[in-house]
């Protein structure tokens, strides 16, 4: 039997099939998201048939539901081959610190993805002197949707500053449209901040928020609840019962002007509502924000003592190759992380985001994992209901500040 | 002596099971809630955290740190909660069972039909209730029925409060009811003739009333007012809740009223009670024991509500938070075991607040038969 096997292996020539066993794949890409996931699962096993490959998914927005159980499963000693995580501090401040990922240094001067990744995004995945997740893909988080034909009705362009925005809105409050701004549930309203604040800040600044020297109780920093809490005004009163969609939703319908939103929502109009980018929709970068790219990244990790290591290691290698970055992420709706991706195989958003990654100065985001550990995000939600609550920017800060100093934020 | 034997072996296994996975895991839990786990991002997750103790560190910051506002809001929430939900359930399960009681045509299509709710798990209920309660849609439309304007009211996302206080009167309105209670306690020890009874119950009652209003207010919580109250946007929930439990309190009381001797009935009758009367003297007090059981069955879902809310608000949105959703948050998305665990043990002893007394006079009645 065994002769056999080694026989095939001997006539296909494959190296590869050599590699046997089996590979868990943890991830939170359910639904939508699920085919793009199935075409790298299906790359993998026509380059390693011998593998049995687990698709380990917990459906739920975000890993909201898979944290949770990855949690268990790490504490209990059962980690999965790799696994699914938003790159940078989410999984630093989380996983790394506490000892529990292995180093892919190597890996990445291996496959030569020092230079196929931008600098801006490795020193994003690096803490220590080390570099702790292969990123898959690119969302943009700083984008402002509308519909240009609506606005041309309206008789306004596409605002460039949140002054200009603060203006516009006045404008269309006059013309009748009760909240220009479309916004919905809880954390796309953390999501509208970290727009307000990266333009109120400058990248300088808020990469400084991030690294601790500058405290969310500095004037600058408190000034950005102050435009946060304008921007509000203009937006919807009952938020909290819409998802990001219909927010989106509420713009394609002509009930509001702008959405900001992640670049997935360029996916949920094109594909879902069937419109076209560029002339049904079209975006700009969040206003003060142009010339940056507020990024975020879906990547895989290796856990120590993962059971199959060699499985996992190829895994890796093809989630950061060329090919495998542009299997995934058309179909994902994102743009690839390397800087060398064909950019015929992405619609007219996707092309025009590629541009940007590779020019922009790029940042991460505070929503999606990209610049705060896990303790800080989860209770940032706290900071943003103070503010709700109570419409105070300084109290807001103080909070901000407190959880900064309690989790130890940049150290 | 061997029955003995025998009935103890049997019994062993599940013994050993009950000690270490429920008692056992209560002690590790309150240990947990006296450390420092989670703090330190680097050893929350660790192979082998460390943990130190910090004594009753989490409880003090979960009632008075600055950041966790949303504890005490998510407390406040679960105690208005409880108390509509309650009396909503209890109020409306006894109204239907007095209507049914009457034996109207029907009635056990009805009597189905009351029930059928609670056949549904809360995370339906709340789906379907969330459906309904959607700003634009559902109950809001329903005035157009009859031509009028449809609602606008925004059900589940309201930011409005009612019976707003300041977070730092805590202790002045615990000790008020506490003290009035104690009050309560001993005057209706005098009725019974109990004079130690009296004596101390009259003397701690008074002593913290004394306290309320002399120094009460004197000892902040918190260096500012925060302002808390009953959240608008549980109102929706409230009903989903009721809408789920009446039909239970409703069999309860159902059954409650035909097992009234008719003998009673009658008698009142033949003593000249009105309608009213005969409720109010003899029916309802005949009740009582019902409506307690009914009312632990109701608090402890009451005080663990958890699935209901996740259905309909989602874990985020802060006015319909509850413990046992800040619990899952701090926990298993804030790394913040400890804290977690705290709130974990003060959940535990709501509901033993509530469970105890029940156990405790169910057992000696036992032992009196």
């Known amino acids: 039997m065994r002769k056999w096997l080694l026989a095939i292996g001997v006539a296909l020539g494959l190296s590869a099939l050599a590699q046997t066993g089996k590979l868990e794949i943890f991830s939170w890409w359910a639904g939508d998201e699920g085919p793009a996931l199935e075409a790298l699962i299906r790359l993998y096993k026509q380059k390693y048939p011998g593998v049995e490959v687990i698709n380990a998914t917990v459906t739920g927005g975000a890993g909201v539901n898979a944290k949770a159980v990855l949690k268990t499963r790490m504490l209990g000693g059962d980690p999965p081959d790799t696994f699914q995580v938003h790159a940078g501090q989410e999984l630093i401040g989380t996983w790394v610190v506490a000892d529990r990922m292995e180093d892919l240094t190597g890996l990445f001067r291996q496959e030569g993805w020092l230079q196929a990744f931008p600098k801006g995004l490795i020193d994003l995945l690096s803490y220590k002197g080390g570099i702790w997740s292969v990123p898959v893909n690119i969302h943009r988080s700083n984008v402002m949707w509308y519909i240009p034909a609506k606005l041309r009705e309206w008789g306004v362009t596409p605002p460039r500053t949140w002054a200009e925005f603060l203006a516009t809105c006045q404008t269309l409050k006059r013309k009748g449209l009760e909240a220009p701004l479309a916004l919905g549930e809880n954390?796309?309203?953390?999501?509208?901040?970290?727009?307000?604040?990266?333009?109120?800040?400058?990248?300088?600044?808020?990469?400084?928020?991030?690294?601790?020297?500058?405290?969310?109780?500095?004037?600058?920093?408190?000034?950005?609840w102050e435009t946060f809490g304008k921007v509000l005004d203009c937006a919807n009163k009952d938020a909290a019962g819409l998802s990001w969609q219909q927010a989106v939703d509420r713009v394609v319908q002509g009930k509001a002007a702008f959405n900001i939103m992640g670049d997935w929502a360029a996916g949920y109009m094109s594909t879902t509502l069937k419109l076209k980018p560029g002339t049904d929709f079209a975006w700009a970068p969040s206003p003060g924000t142009s010339g940056i790219f507020m990024m975020l990244s879906d990547s895989f990790g290796l856990p120590k003592r993962a059971k199959n290591r060699q499985n996992a290691l190829n895994w890796l290698k093809l989630v950061g190759s060329k090919e495998g970055q542009d299997t995934f992420n058309p179909l994902k709706g994102s743009i690839a992380a390397r800087l060398d991706s064909d950019p015929a195989k992405y619609n007219a958003y996707g092309q025009s985001a590629m541009k940007d990654w590779k020019t922009n100065r790029i940042v991460g985001s505070l929503v999606h994992g990209a610049v705060a550990p896990e303790s800080f995000m989860s209770q940032f939600g706290t900071v943003m209901e103070i503010f709700l609550q109570t419409k105070n920017p300084q109290a807001a800060a103080n909070a901000a500040q407190a959880i900064a100093n309690q989790v130890g934020l940049g150290r | 002596m061997r029955d003995r034997i025998t009935a103890f072996l049997v019994l062993l296994p599940s013994l050993v099971a009950v000690g270490i996975f429920v008692y056992g895991f209560i002690g590790q839990n309150l240990w947990v809630s006296l450390t420092d786990w989670g703090k330190n991002p680097a050893q929350a997750l660790a192979l082998r955290p460390e943990l130190r103790f910090v004594g009753l560190e989490n409880y003090r910051e979960l009632f008075s740190g600055l950041v966790d506002v949303r504890f005490r809001q998510s407390a406040v929430n679960l105690i208005f909660f409880t108390l509509f939900f309650m009396a909503g359930s209890l109020g409306l399960g006894l109204l239907l069972a007095m209507a049914l009681d009457r034996g109207p045509k029907g009635e056990s299509f009805f009597r189905t039909v009351f029930l059928f709710p609670m056949a549904l798990s809360f995370v339906v209920t709340g789906t379907i209730w969330r459906w309904l309660l959607q700003p634009q849609g559902g109950v809001n439309v329903l005035p157009t029925l009859l031509g009028l304007p449809p609602l606008s009211f925004p059900w589940l996302t309201t930011r409005e409060k009612a019976f707003v206080f300041d977070w730092n009167d805590l202790p002045f309105f615990t000790a008020i009811v506490v003290g009035l209670i104690l009050l309560y306690l001993g005057w209706q020890a005098h009725r019974e003739g109990e004079k130690r009874r009296r004596l101390w119950s009259l003397l701690s009652g008074g002593v913290l009333l004394l306290w309320a209003f002399t120094l009460g207010r004197n000892t902040p919580l918190l260096p500012y007012p925060e302002p808390h109250g009953f959240s608008l946007a549980l109102v929706g929930v409230i009903l989903a809740a009721v809408w789920q439990m009446s039909g239970y309190t409703m069999a309860l009381y159902l059954a409650g009223l035909r097992g009234i001797p008719v003998e009673v009935l009658e008698a009142a009758k033949v003593d000249g009670a009105s309608e009213w009367q005969t409720y109010r003297h003899v029916i309802f007090p005949l009740l009582a024991p019902i409506t307690l059981s009914a009312m632990i069955v109701l608090g402890h879902i009451a005080l663990k509500i958890f699935d209901l809310i996740f259905a309909m608000a989602g874990l985020d949105y802060a006015p319909t938070d509850v413990p046992a959703i800040y619990m899952y948050l701090l926990a298993?998305?804030?790394?913040?075991?400890?804290?977690?665990?705290?709130?974990?043990?003060?959940?535990?002893?709501?509901?033993?607040?509530?469970?105890i007394p029940y156990l405790a006079s169910q057992l000696r009645k036992e032992v009196r038969r």
């Open chain 2, 332 to 355: 298993f998305r804030g790394n913040q075991f400890a804290k977690g665990a705290a709130i974990g043990i003060l959940l535990l002893l709501l509901v033993a607040v509530v469970v």
């Open chain 1, 187 to 224: 954390w796309t309203q953390q999501h509208l901040w970290e727009s307000v604040a990266l333009a109120t800040l400058g990248a300088e600044g808020w990469a400084n928020l991030w690294s601790g020297k500058l405290k969310f109780t500095d004037p600058k920093a408190v000034a950005v």
